[in-house]
C-alpha cells in the first residue's frame, strides 16, 4: 500500500462512488454482524464506514479484520459504494456512502484505552458517548488520546485556522513578526517571575518573559514600525480556573500610530477571527471610559450583555432618618443600586433577605445589601418605614419603578466596596436570573483609565506599566493628589466581561518618562539600576508608538465556546499548574542542582519572602484551616514547643516493635445482604436540614476555591 | 449555667415494658438520638439536630429504658472542662448516664460524685452514632450509683454491630451474675501508679489495699516501668486522631459558617478557627503538628503503643486484675477554670492506660471520691463487674 495516493476518510463523497481509494487511519468503532464487519475508519479529516465482507475480501484480509480493536491504526484499499437505502448515518458527513475493503494491514495494534475516544454513534440516532464525563486529569495524562476525539481535534485545528487568519491579517497590513528572548531579564509586569538558573553564571538566574514589553518598544526604536509576534508568556500566579502559567498572547506594536489606527487594526482583527467561528462582531466596538465602566457596572471588565445598570441614589438620601444610611453619607460615603426589572417573582422576600442580603452580598464584601420590591404602586421592604414618602417617591423616579420591580442597593462609606460590591451582585443576579442571552458577544473598549493608583504607603504605582502614557504631561511628579488624577492613554478590549487584551501608547519622550519614574519614586540611582538599558535607548530618537497584547488562549476559547481554555491548549497545565502527561515539575537530580550552584542557595539565611513560610504556627493554621486570633498566638507556640518535647521522649522511648494504630486489629468485614443504595436520609432531603447553607439539593459554599 | 441538662426529652419514651423499663438513663449530646440536639458541647456542631439513633440509644430504648434527656458536655468529650456529667444520677434525675470515656472522663466524672463510672472493652460496645474524637481509644462509658445497674444497661448495649467494625462478631452479650471468690482472686497494684499519688493520696489508697486484703484477696504489688509512658502515646495519638476526625467540621455540612469569607479556604479558616474552644484548639494544632510537621513522632508513639499493650498483657497474667488510683487529688481543682492540655493530662495520668490499650475499666467508691480504680483484661468486663458488685456489698455490708 502507498501512502502517496492515500485519500482523506472525511473527504470521501459520492463522487468517488465505484473507485477503488487507499485509506489510511484509527478504528474508532466496529461491528460484527456474522463475519459481516463495519467499522468506523478515523482519521484528523472525519470518519468514513469500512465494509469487511467476505464476499469482497479475500480471506486472509477477513481472519485479519476479526483481530481488529479500537484505535488499532490501519490502513485499507477498497471501493466507494453507496449504503444500502436506509442504513444512511446522518452523524457522519459520509454517511451516505461507505468503502468495501479488498485489502487490510495493520499498521500498529492498541491497547485497551483509558476512556472511549469515539463520540459518534454508528447507528443514527444511538446516543454517542461524550468524554467529558472523564477526569480532566486523565484526559491530560493520555492528551496523545485525547487529541484523537474529534472535539479536541476540531478545536486544535479552529485555533490553527484562527492564529493564521490573525498573521494573514497582520502581515498584510506591513506587520511583522519578530522572536523575542525566552531567557531574559525580569520586566515590569508585576506578576511573579518564573526564574531559570543560569549554569554559566551560578546564583544568576534568567527570568520567563511575563510579555515581550521591553523588546517590542525596543523594536520599534530599532524602526521595525509594525511588529507582532504569536509569543509564549509566562506568569508565576496563583491558579485560577481559566489561567495557565504559560499562555500565548498575540503581541503587536506599532509606530508613528494613534488609539484611532489601533482601534480600527484591532477591531477588524478581532471580527476577522470571531468569522473563523462563525461569529460576526458588529462595528465599530463600544467604548466607555474607565470611570463610567465602575459606575454602571462596578467592573473595569463589564459584562455588557444585559442592563442591570447601577443607578446613584446617594443624594436621593442626604436627609435621610434611615441612620445606617445617613451615619454612611456623613462618613463621605455613596449608595447606589440596581432596578432588577420584573423580577420579583423570582427574588421573593426570603431571597433576598435570608440569601442576597445575609450571605451573599456580604461575601462580597458589602457590609449590608437594601432591597426593596415595588408591589401595587408601593415599595415593600423590611424597612421601609424609616424611609419618608419623599425618599421613596424619588427611588420610584430614579430606578424608574413599575410593579414586579426589585430594587437592590449596597451603601458604603468607601466607593469601591459599593461599585465591586453592587458589580458581583449585578453579575450573580444577571447569571441567576437567566438575563444573559445566549450567542451574544458584546465588545467595548475601555479608555481613559487612571494613571497612577494609590498605594498605602501613602505614593502611588502605575496602573499598567511606568511606559505608559499620560492623558497630559504638565503635571507636578510630587502632586499625589494631582497623579492620581491623570489618565492614561490606555485601552482594554473588552468582551462579555472577560478582558481579551490591552495596550497603551508608550512614553516616547525622555524627560515625561523621567517624571514618571520620579512620581514613582524612583530615584536617579534606582531609575538606572531597574531600567538602564531601556531608558538609554530612549535617548537615541525613540517614535512615538503604541501596541497591544490579546491573550489568544482566552480568545479562541470564547470563539470556540469552551468551558475552559484547557480545551483549546494542546498540552495544557492543570489546575495545580503540573503536567499529568509528562510529570512536569519534577524533582531533579542533586548533581544537577549543584552543576548550577544552588545546592547552599541562601545558606543559613532565611530565604527572602520564606518568613511567612517559616511560621510554623501560620503553616499548621493553614494546613489544617483553623484560624486563629493574635491572642491564641502564644498559647499555640507553647503547644508547638510542647510538642516537640513530646516528639523528642517518644523518639527516645520507641523502641523496635511494629507501630500499632489500634488496641484491637481491625479487621474488615462485608454486610452480607445490604446492597448500595442512596442514603434514605439524603433522599428525603434531611441531611441538608442542619447544613448552614443549602441551594436545593446540594450544600451551597463561597462561589471562589481560590 | 441552669441546668445540668443540655436537653430534655419532652417525651419520655418510658414504655416501663422490657428488662430496663424502670431505668431513667441520660446521655450526652455527643450520642445521636433522631431530633435531639447533639451539638457535643461544640460550636462546630452548633444548631445540630441528630438524623437517627445511634446503636446504643436504639438498643436501650427496645430494653423499654427511657432516655430523660442529655446534659452539658465538654467539647466533644475531651476533658471535663464545663462538663456537668454525673451530676444528673447524683440529683435523681437520672438512674444512669452514658458518658464517652476518651481518657478516663467517665470515671472521673463519676469520682466527682461518689457514684460508679464504667468505662467498658474497646470493641464491646458500638460506637455507631457517637460524635467521637478518639476512635482507637473512646468507649461509651456508664455512670450509675451501683454496679448491677451498669452491667444491666452493659448487657442491653453490648455485642456486635454491623455498622461499626471495632466490635468483634464474637464479642460477648452475655453479663449473668458470677460467683466471686475473694481467696482465688489476685489484685496487682501498679507500683509507678502509686508512687505517682502525694502522700496524702497514697495513705488512702494503700488503707483501701489493706480493706481489700482483709476481705480475703491476695494483693501483689507488679512493677511497670513504663507506665508513664501512657499518658505521652495517649497525648501524641489521640491528638493526631483529633485532628484528622474533626477535619469533617468545616461549616458546610454542619456547624455554623463565619460570614463574609471570599473564597473556600478563608471560609474553612474562618469557621474553623471560630468552631473550636482554647483547649481543642491546642490539641488539634499538636495533632496537626505530629501529622504535618513530625510524623515520625506518631509512628513512635504507635510504636510504644505496642510495646505496652504486650507488657500489659504480660503484667495481666501475673494478677487476675489490677487495682489503681483514680486521680491524684492534687490535679483537681476547681474544674471550671481554663484549662490547658498539661492540666488536662495531669488528670488523666492514672485513667487514660486502660484508653491506651483496650482494657475494661472502672471507677469504684469508697466513701464518695475517695475510691479506687479497677481494671481487667480486655473483654473480661462480665468478671471485673461481678468483682465490683462483690465489693459494693462488702461495703454495704460494713466490712
Excluded at chain 1, 446522518?90 to 472511549?116: R, Y
Excluded at chain 2, 504480660?314 to 498539661?342: C, G, K, M, R, Y
Aim: charged share 25%; hydrophobic share 40%; proline share 5%.
Amino acid at each position: 500500500m502507498r501512502f502517496t495516493e492515500r485519500v482523506f476518510c472525511g473527504q470521501l463523497t459520492p463522487d468517488h462512488l465505484g473507485k477503488t481509494v487507499q485509506l489510511a487511519g484509527w478504528v474508532d468503532a466496529y461491528r460484527d454482524h456474522g463475519g459481516l464487519l463495519f467499522i468506523h475508519l478515523r482519521d484528523r479529516s472525519g470518519i468514513i464506514q469500512i465494509v469487511v465482507s467476505p464476499d469482497v475480501a479475500q480471506e486472509d484480509v477477513c481472519l485479519r479484520a476479526a483481530t481488529l480493536r479500537a484505535e488499532y491504526c490501519v490502513a485499507v484499499a477498497g471501493e466507494v459504494r453507496k449504503r444500502v437505502n436506509g442504513t444512511e448515518n446522518p452523524n457522519i458527513d459520509t454517511g451516505s456512502i461507505e468503502v468495501m475493503v479488498s485489502d487490510l494491514k495493520i499498521l500498529s495494534e492498541s491497547e485497551a484505552l483509558p476512556f472511549a475516544i469515539s463520540d459518534k454513534a454508528m447507528v443514527a440516532g444511538a446516543a454517542s458517548a461524550g468524554a467529558e464525563q472523564v477526569a480532566e486529569d486523565l484526559r491530560l495524562q493520555y492528551r496523545y488520546l485525547d487529541i484523537r476525539r474529534p472535539s479536541m481535534r476540531d478545536n486544535l485545528m479552529a485555533r490553527h485556522r484562527i492564529f493564521q487568519c490573525v498573521r494573514e491579517f497582520l502581515d498584510s497590513k506591513g506587520f511583522v513578526e519578530v522572536e523575542t528572548p525566552v531567557l531574559t531579564m525580569s520586566t515590569p509586569e508585576g506578576a511573579r517571575d518564573y526564574l531559570v538558573p543560569s549554569r554559566v553564571h551560578p546564583q544568576n538566574f534568567y527570568a520567563l518573559p511575563q510579555s515581550p514589553q521591553l523588546f517590542k518598544q525596543l523594536l520599534m526604536i530599532g524602526g521595525m514600525e509594525r511588529y507582532f509576534q504569536l509569543a509564549r508568556c509566562f506568569r508565576d500566579e496563583d491558579l485560577r480556573p481559566n489561567r495557565q502559567p504559560e499562555f500565548t498572547q498575540l503581541d503587536l506594536e506599532a509606530s508613528f500610530i494613534d488609539e484611532e489606527f489601533l482601534y480600527e487594526l484591532i477591531e477588524e482583527l478581532t471580527v476577522r477571527m470571531f468569522a473563523v467561528g462563525g461569529i460576526a462582531l458588529p462595528r465599530p466596538f463600544a467604548r466607555m471610559t474607565h470611570a463610567e465602566a465602575m459606575e454602571k457596572t462596578g467592573s473595569d471588565r463589564p459584562d455588557l450583555r444585559f442592563g442591570l445598570h447601577f443607578v446613584d441614589v446617594t443624594n436621593v438620601f442626604s436627609r435621610t432618618n434611615y441612620s445606617i444610611f445617613r451615619q454612611i453619607l456623613q462618613r463621605g460615603g455613596c449608595i447606589k443600586g440596581i432596578n432588577i426589572k420584573g423580577q420579583s417573582e423570582s427574588l421573593s422576600k426570603n431571597v433576598l433577605q435570608n440569601e442576597y442580603a445575609r450571605e451573599i452580598a456580604p461575601s462580597f464584601g458589602a457590609k449590608g445589601m437594601t432591597w426593596m420590591r415595588a408591589e401595587g404602586g408601593k415599595l415593600e421592604s423590611n424597612i421601609v418605614q424609616y424611609f419618608s414618602d419623599q425618599e421613596l417617591d424619588e427611588l420610584k423616579q430614579r430606578f424608574d419603578v413599575q410593579d414586579g420591580d426589585v430594587l437592590i442597593m449596597v451603601a458604603d462609606p468607601s466607593y469601591a466596596v459599593v461599585t465591586s460590591a453592587l458589580g458581583h451582585l449585578r453579575l450573580h443576579l444577571a447569571d441567576r436570573l437567566g438575563l444573559i442571552p445566549e450567542n451574544c458577544f458584546y465588545p467595548v473598549w475601555i479608555t481613559d483609565f487612571p494613571l497612577f493608583e494609590a498605594t498605602d504607603a501613602g505614593g502611588v504605582t502605575s496602573s499598567h506599566h511606568p511606559f505608559t502614557a499620560p492623558d497630559r504631561v504638565d503635571f507636578d511628579p510630587k502632586n499625589i493628589e494631582e497623579l492620581l488624577s491623570l489618565r492614561s492613554r490606555a485601552y482594554d478590549l473588552v468582551m462579555n466581561g472577560e478582558e481579551l487584551g490591552g495596550g497603551s501608547i508608550r512614553i516616547n519622550n525622555r524627560d515625561v518618562q523621567r517624571k514618571i519614574f520620579a512620581a514613582l519614586g524612583l530615584t536617579e540611582e534606582e531609575m538606572k539600576e531597574k531600567f538602564g538599558f531601556f531608558l538609554r535607548a530612549f535617548d537615541f530618537g525613540a517614535p512615538p508608538h503604541g501596541g497591544l497584547a490579546l491573550g489568544m488562549d482566552r480568545t479562541v476559547s470564547m470563539i470556540l465556546q469552551t468551558p475552559s481554555i484547557r480545551e483549546v491548549i494542546a498540552f495544557p497545565k492543570n489546575r495545580s499548574a503540573g503536567c499529568p502527561l509528562t510529570g512536569a515539575p519534577s524533582e531533579v537530580k542533586r548533581e544537577q542542582l549543584a552543576e548550577l550552584g544552588l545546592l547552599n542557595l541562601g545558606g543559613e539565611e532565611t530565604l527572602p519572602g520564606d518568613s511567612h513560610r517559616e511560621n510554623i504556627v501560620d503553616r499548621l493554621s493553614w494546613v489544617s484551616r483553623i484560624g486563629i486570633s493574635e491572642a491564641e498566638r502564644p498559647v499555640m507556640e507553647k503547644v508547638l514547643s510542647q510538642a516537640s518535647e513530646l516528639s523528642a521522649l517518644a523518639r527516645q522511648r520507641a523502641g523496635d516493635m511494629t507501630p500499632i494504630h489500634s488496641a484491637v486489629p481491625v479487621t474488615n468485614r462485608l454486610r452480607p445482604g445490604t446492597q448500595e443504595n442512596r442514603s434514605p436520609l439524603a433522599q428525603s432531603g434531611q441531611l441538608l436540614k442542619t447544613a448552614p447553607s443549602i441551594k436545593g439539593d446540594y450544600f451551597k459554599v463561597t462561589a471562589v476555591l481560590e | 449555667m441552669d441546668s445540668v441538662f443540655f436537653y430534655r426529652n419532652p417525651n419520655p419514651d418510658a414504655s416501663g415494658n422490657g428488662p430496663l423499663g424502670h431505668l431513667s438513663i441520660a446521655t450526652q449530646p455527643n450520642i445521636s438520638i433522631a431530633g435531639w440536639p447533639a451539638e457535643a458541647g461544640s460550636h462546630a456542631l452548633a444548631g445540630y439536630t441528630a438524623l437517627e439513633d445511634a446503636s446504643v440509644a436504639a438498643r436501650l430504648r427496645k430494653k423499654g429504658a427511657n432516655l430523660c434527656g442529655a446534659t452539658r458536655m465538654s467539647e466533644f468529650g475531651f476533658g471535663l472542662k464545663n462538663s456537668l456529667a454525673a451530676q444528673a444520677v447524683q440529683k435523681g434525675d437520672a438512674n444512669a448516664e452514658l458518658v464517652l470515656d476518651l481518657a478516663g472522663e467517665c470515671r472521673l466524672a463519676a469520682l466527682h460524685e461518689g457514684l460508679c463510672g464504667y468505662k467498658p472493652s474497646y470493641g464491646l460496645v458500638s460506637r455507631y452514632g457517637l460524635i467521637g474524637l478518639i476512635p482507637s481509644m473512646e468507649a461509651c462509658g456508664i455512670i450509675a450509683r451501683d454496679c448491677k445497674t451498669i452491667r444491666d444497661i452493659l448487657e442491653a448495649v453490648a455485642g456486635p454491630d454491623e455498622y461499626d467494625f471495632s466490635v468483634p462478631e464474637d464479642a460477648p452479650v452475655s453479663f449473668s451474675t458470677q460467683g466471686i471468690d475473694p481467696e482465688k482472686i489476685s489484685l496487682g497494684v501498679i507500683e509507678e501508679a502509686r508512687s505517682a499519688l502525694s502522700d496524702e493520696d497514697r495513705v488512702i489508697f494503700d488503707a483501701r489495699t489493706q480493706t481489700l486484703k482483709k476481705a480475703g484477696f491476695t494483693i501483689k504489688t507488679l512493677p511497670f516501668p513504663d507506665f508513664s509512658l501512657f499518658s505521652l502515646v495517649h497525648r501524641i495519638v489521640g491528638s493526631v486522631e483529633a485532628s484528622s476526625c474533626l477535619g469533617r467540621y468545616d461549616s458546610v455540612r454542619y456547624g455554623k459558617r463565619v460570614p463574609g469569607a471570599k473564597n473556600w479556604n478563608e471560609m474553612y479558616l474562618q469557621s474553623r478557627g471560630a468552631a473550636f474552644g482554647p483547649l481543642l484548639k491546642s490539641y488539634l494544632f499538636q495533632g496537626a503538628y505530629f501529622q504535618f510537621e513530625q510524623f515520625s513522632g506518631y509512628e513512635d508513639a504507635c510504636r510504644i503503643r505496642a510495646r505496652l499493650l504486650s507488657e500489659m498483657e504480660q503484667l495481666t497474667t501475673q494478677a487476675d486484675f489490677l487495682i489503681l488510683p483514680a486521680v491524684n487529688s492534687a490535679s483537681i481543682h476547681a474544674p471550671n477554670t481554663t484549662e490547658s492540655l498539661d492540666d488536662t493530662y495531669a488528670k488523666v495520668f492514672h485513667t487514660a492506660f486502660t484508653n491506651v490499650t483496650g482494657q475494661p475499666a472502672f471507677y469504684l467508691p469508697f466513701e464518695g471520691n475517695k475510691g479506687v480504680q479497677l481494671a481487667g483484661p480486655r473483654l473480661s468486663d462480665a468478671r471485673l463487674l461481678a468483682l465490683g458488685e462483690h465489693i459494693q456489698n462488702m461495703q454495704q455490708r460494713g466490712q
